[in-house]
């Protein structure tokens, strides 16, 4: 579980780098470095390719060892949280971006295109890490500590463990961003280059007859 949280934790952070610098630089109307999306975009798809072989491991490690948790599990991962753990995570948020990923990586597209696909990708990626933070935490109240059946769990709305709470949480890290980008932007203007008339005519001094 460390490892899966700690990978987790990079393929959200480059994918929330794409969609931050895709949607600031939009805002401000810069144009972007579309080299340097493409190569986040593959090392996005690289780091979520192995994410999705170390979930899929883990799940595969507890249904060949068969203890006595996995019946319980097994229910859990397919009937309460078929969708939230199947659906969302591994189709929406792992196979499709993986699919975007790559050919925004392999195929020599348009700007706006890979764009697009990247932008796409970066979001898709972030939904599944939600839905698989969501699993572990929801999945680990619903499931009884005696394994003799499931719980029910409704998060509240206020409170330390409520959804305001929460929400509070996931913004900081942007008004962080924010607050760091206000005082040193993370981009340069690029330096307005003179014409090639104004430097012949700064190179060329006229000739004035001595005195």
């Known amino acids: 579980m460390p490892i ?5 934790a990079v393929v959200s952070g480059m994918a929330l780098l794409i969609v931050l610098y895709v949607a600031v630089m939009g805002v401000q109307r810069k144009s972007m470095d579309h080299d340097a999306l493409r190569s986040l975009a ?4 690289g780091f979520l390719a ?3 072989t170390i979930e899929a491991l883990e799940v595969v490690t ?3 060892m068969r203890e006595e948790s996995w019946e319980t599990v097994r229910s859990l991962i397919t009937e309460r949280l078929a969708v939230s753990y199947l659906g969302i995570p591994l189709l929406l948020g792992s196979a499709l971006p993986l699919v975007a990923l790559g050919v925004v990586t392999l195929v020599r597209l348009g700007q706006r295109t890979s764009t697009v696909l990247a932008s796409a990708a970066a979001v898709l990626t972030l939904v599944g890490v939600f839905a698989m933070r969501w ?4 999945g680990g109240q619903i499931l009884s500590k005696s394994l003799r059946g499931f719980l029910s769990y409704t998060p509240e709305i206020t409170g330390r463990e409520g959804i305001l709470a929460a929400l509070l ?3 900081l890290p942007l008004e962080l961003f924010a607050l760091i980008a206000y005082f040193i932007p993370p981009w340069r203007e690029a330096p307005v280059e003179s014409s090639g008339i104004q430097l012949e005519l700064n190179m060329v001094q006229p000739d004035f007859p001595r005195t």
């Open 4 to 8: 899966i949280f700690l990978f987790s």
């Open 42 to 45: 593959g090392w996005l798809g």
């Open 50 to 52: 192995v994410n999705v």
């Open 62 to 64: 507890m249904m060949y």
């Open 135 to 138: 699993n572990v935490v929801i």
């Open 169 to 171: 949480i996931m913004a």
